[in-house]
């Protein structure tokens, strides 16, 4: 009797013990298949996040075909603009120079006392057409200039944006960013007058050398009479933040100091008095590049004191700059430097 009580004893204890182990197994089994169905669910939300990856890559690659093509197309006409102001710019110095033919045979029939106002009249309705066409001209080249300007700075957003999108490409598997919020929407609307503050706080002008001369292949004048019609001079921009100058507009202006009025670049045009072509001055695009301009005027000169004028232009518009004024030609003296 002793026997079958131990032997029952055993044999509950084996059968607590059993319990218990599928009591283990059914627990972890039911563990094992949550664990799997959060896989299994992970695994097809990463299945359709890869297929909506592989759409936006398949979309940025057309874009970005696309940009590339858009960048040939600026780059081919802008070469093509580039060639047509060479050609004008050539023209238009074969008529400054007959300009400078027909004024020295008009001043030259003048002081001569004889009856030649015929031929005066004929020399002077000669270079008014000159003038005509060369004011002509100079707007078409200004007019190219500033589609250059234009198709430059969208070349560039293109490159920008290009670059972007091939960055885009290689990271699609990091966070997206961040919405732009409130401050950086008002950073935004205020950039421009932002950047036009920074230029004029900050943007220097250092001028380098500067020549006055009757010729443009002659030698430099000392003393400056009635007759010098060249400028040459050299210049370049400073600022702490380089990139802000560039692809801007700048006016360079030789101004008569006794008469208090700007010396028109080429000559100043009757048939256009309100001209903004050469009589503001010369007006250019900076590249960040030390500058060089031949600043060309035939009419006699009647004062004795000028200055170079520097100006930042924007939309016709003309803003001062820190030390952008340098006198040229003092009591009838060229100023050296």
């Known amino acids: 009797m002793i026997v079958s009580l131990t032997s029952a004893l055993t044999l509950a204890c084996l059968v607590v013990y059993q319990s218990d182990v599928i009591n283990d197994l059914r627990n972890l089994l039911q563990t094992t298949n949550e664990k799997l169905l959060q896989t299994r669910d992970l695994l097809d939300r990463e299945v359709q996040r890869n297929e909506e990856l592989e759409g936006q890559v398949f979309i940025l690659s057309d874009s970005i075909v696309l940009l590339n093509a858009r960048i040939e197309d600026f780059k081919?006409?802008?070469?093509?603009?580039?060639?047509?102001?060479?050609?004008?710019?050539?023209?238009?110095?074969?008529?400054?120079?007959?300009?400078k033919q027909l004024t020295a045979a008009i001043n030259r029939l003048k002081s001569e006392n004889v009856a030649k106002d015929a031929r005066v009249a004929r020399l002077e309705q000669e270079r008014n057409q000159l003038l005509i066409s060369m004011e002509?001209?100079?707007?078409?080249?200004?007019?190219?200039?500033?589609?250059?300007?234009?198709?430059?700075?969208?070349?560039?957003?293109?490159?920008?944006?290009?670059?972007?999108?091939?960055?885009?490409?290689?990271s699609l598997n990091e966070e997206p960013a961040a919405p732009m919020t409130g401050i950086e929407d008002e950073k935004v609307e205020h950039a421009p007058q932002k950047k036009l503050a920074s230029i004029l706080g900050f943007t220097e002008v250092q001028f380098g050398e500067i020549v006055?001369?009757?010729?443009?292949?002659?030698?430099?004048?000392?003393?400056?009479?009635?007759?010098?019609?060249?400028?040459?001079?050299?210049?370049?921009?400073?600022?702490?933040?380089?990139?802000?100058?560039?692809?801007?507009?700048?006016?360079?202006?030789?101004?008569?100091?006794?008469?208090?009025?700007?010396?028109?670049?080429?000559?100043?045009?009757?048939?256009?008095?309100?001209?903004?072509v050469g009589n503001k001055g010369f007006a250019f695009v900076y590249r960040g590049q030390p500058v060089g301009i031949r600043y060309f005027n035939s009419q006699k000169k009647e004062s004795k004191?000028?200055?170079?004028?520097?100006y930042y232009y924007k939309d016709g518009m003309i803003y001062q700059l820190r030390n952008n004024r340098v006198k040229i030609i003092e009591r009838g003296k060229v100023v050296t430097r």
């Not at 004191?305 to 520097?310: F, K, V």
């Open 76 to 99: 081919v006409e802008i070469n093509r603009l580039k060639s047509k102001v060479q050609k004008l710019s050539g023209r238009i110095q074969q008529q400054e120079d007959k300009v």
């Open 136 to 170: 002509t001209a100079d707007k078409e080249r200004m007019k190219m200039q500033q589609q250059i300007s234009k198709l430059r700075g969208e070349l560039g957003m293109t490159n920008e944006q290009a670059a972007e999108l091939n960055e885009t490409k290689q």
């Open 212 to 276: 006055v001369k009757e010729d443009q292949n002659g030698p430099a004048l000392k003393r400056a009479g009635n007759n010098w019609q060249y400028v040459l001079l050299n210049f370049v921009l400073n600022h702490q933040d380089p990139e802000v100058l560039v692809g801007e507009e700048f006016l360079v202006q030789v101004y008569d100091l006794d008469q208090h009025k700007v010396v028109p670049f080429n000559e100043f045009n009757p048939e256009y008095p309100d001209s903004p």
């Open 305 to 310: 004191n000028y200055e170079l004028r520097l």
